[in-house]
Structure formats: structure tokens, C-alpha cells
């Protein structure tokens, strides 16, 4: 057809061979964050995504290293893959270990990005489809009809209390219950959490941890509505991130309520919230600490290098196809709720409210 998108023509658009364009869609390695990411943006612009049958292509060049498999192959769903990619420095790496387990037993990978339940059923294919791998957030539309179909799944930072299925996640809760202990151990007293948590409930877990260190910690913290912990910066681009995380200091300046740290839901925020704090005039972390969380390369290339939890990417993605392996082996076991260690990272964006920084640890990974 003539409105066909084709993967050269995704090649042409980007500026790379149509061999690097197979490798993106098919979700093998040997590219790079950067060119991935470019890869997968260009393909969602031109809707290739959303051509039936899409990925199926591009999945027929992976090998089987046993033809008695007939070439199955798992689906991976990202169908907020627009937003998602502009976090490819973590999904980027989900997806790394995913493709390389399902190539230790030569099993394929079908990378499909179809938000609507009535051409991801023309997409589907279940005959030659092991199951089903979820990433990120997804509808309970599109989750109900996977179930109803009867494909086996398991999703990765994604939980739907109306689909029972297995999940994999970072320890969420734990980590940032730690990560704010330690900066109460700093002397840190007046402390902020900001991300929206209704967005996943990854960063509804973090919150709560933030929120639960507070309390047993500092006795005070328990008489503190949810706003007076919260700040739910508006929008999800940057820019109004910035924006609002700017007007909400000026606010806490003019009353001089600025808290001492700012525990932030992921890297991408923490880093937005840094540039928001010095285009202010305010020193990070001098005047105010900041922490991360993901570990995304960008977090330790920023000035000062930011203080995080190092989520295992590549081993969410690599347990993942694991619990899915097990599933499909064994239906009517229970099912699991799995959830990996984060180590935690101290660097150079917090610092003690009073003491030498000296005492501030860096880049060591705290096991306690």
C-alpha cells in the first residue's frame, strides 16, 4: 500500500541504515541509547506503530536457536512508548535485559506500542506468541483484554488490582525510606517530595516510604497533612515541571518555609528541580539537598553529580522474562509480586544542614 511506512523509510528519516532500524524494532542490542531512542520517536511519528501486524516483521529476523520452538517469539507492550522514550536512559536498559534472556533460549522479541484494545487485537497473534511482557504504564482496557484472551503476562513497574497477573518491581518503598533516613542523619528536618503519584504506582510506593521515614523518625512529621509533604509539579514536559517547582519556591522564600531537602519521585525530576533551584540563585547543596532515583546516566553526568537509588534495569527485565518462563510452565502456581534491592548512591547533591562536607559520603552504594 502506498501509505505503508516501511522500516527504510524510518532510516532515511533518522539518518541510519534500515539494519539499525530492524535492530531497534526488534529489540536487539548493539545500538545506542541515543540512536534507540531517535529510532523508536521517529517510528511513532509516522505511525508505524500503529500498522497491523508492525512488529511481526521486524520479530521474523530474530533466530531460533531450536527450530522445535517454531519460532516464538514474547510480546513486549510499551503502549506509552511517545512519553516513555524521552526516559530511554532507564527503559532503554529494561528492555536490554529482557531481549537478552529471551535470547539465552531462543525465544524472540515483538515490540509492540498499540494503545487502542481493537487494533492491538488485529495486532495480536496468539498462536505464535508465548505471552506477554508489560512495561510501564498501561490501560486496564488493553491489560482485561490480554487476560480475556487467556495469554500469559507479567508487567514491570505496573500493577492493576482488576488484572491478576505477576509483577516485577524495584524496591520502591524501601529505597526511599533509606535514602530519607540518611538524610535525617544529616540533620535535615524540613523535607519535600516531589513528584506525582498518582502517575504510577511506582511513585505512590516511594512517596509512602519518604513518608513513613519522616514519621518514625521525627515525631512532628505525624501531624503533617499530605500537601505539607507533597508537591505534584504540573504537566510531565520539563518546562512546566520547572516551572512549577520555581513558583513554589519563590512562595516557601517569601515565607521562609524553604525546606533543607528535596526528595524527588525519579532522576529526570531531581535534574529538572536542580536547573529550577539555580536559575533561582539557590546553591545545590549548599542552600538545599536533592536526591534522585533511577540511576539514569545523566545522574552522575550533572555538576554536581546527583544523589540516587541505582535501580537494576537490565535485572527487572531479565526476572521478568524469568517469572514469564515460569508461568507458562506452571499456570496454577500462586502468583508473585517481586521486588528487586536498590543500592543507594550517595554523591555530591546533599549535603549536611550543619557540618563539613567532607562527611557526606560519595558514590558509595549503602547495603544496610
Known sequence: MSNKITMQQIADSVGVSKFVVSKTLSGKGGVSEAT??????????????TQKHAHMHAAKTEPMADASKNRQSVLLLMPNIRFQTKESLYWGRVMDGISARLEQDGYGMIIVSEQSVEHFVDIL???????????GEISTSLLLEVHRIGLPMVLVDHEDALIPTDTIFANNYESVYRLTKHLIGMGHRRMMFIGNVSYS???????????????ERLPEARKLAKDDLLLSPDGLEQAEHMASVKRWAIECMNRQ????????????????TIRALEELGLSVPEQISVTGYDNIE??????????TAHVPKEALGKKAVERLLGRIANKNEPLEKIMLTCDLLY?????????????????KPDRD
Open 347 to 363: 554523591r555530591g547533591t546533599t549535603y549536611p544542614v550543619h557540618g563539613d562536607r567532607t562527611a557526606e559520603r560519595h558514590s
Open 36 to 49: 534507540r531512542e531517535r529510532v523508536i520517536a521517529a517510528a511513532t511519528q509516522l505511525g508505524y506503530f
Open 201 to 215: 504506582r511506582s511513585f505512590l510506593d516511594r512517596f509512602l516510604g519518604f513518608r513513613s521515614a519522616l514519621e
Open 257 to 272: 518555609a524553604l525546606p533543607t531537602a528535596l526528595v524527588c519521585a525519579n532522576d529526570l525530576i531531581a535534574i529538572g
Open 298 to 307: 545523566d545522574a552522575y553526568r550533572i555538576d554536581p553529580p546527583l544523589t
Open 125 to 135: 497473534n496468539p498462536s505464535g506468541i508465548l505471552g506477554l511482557i508489560g512495561v
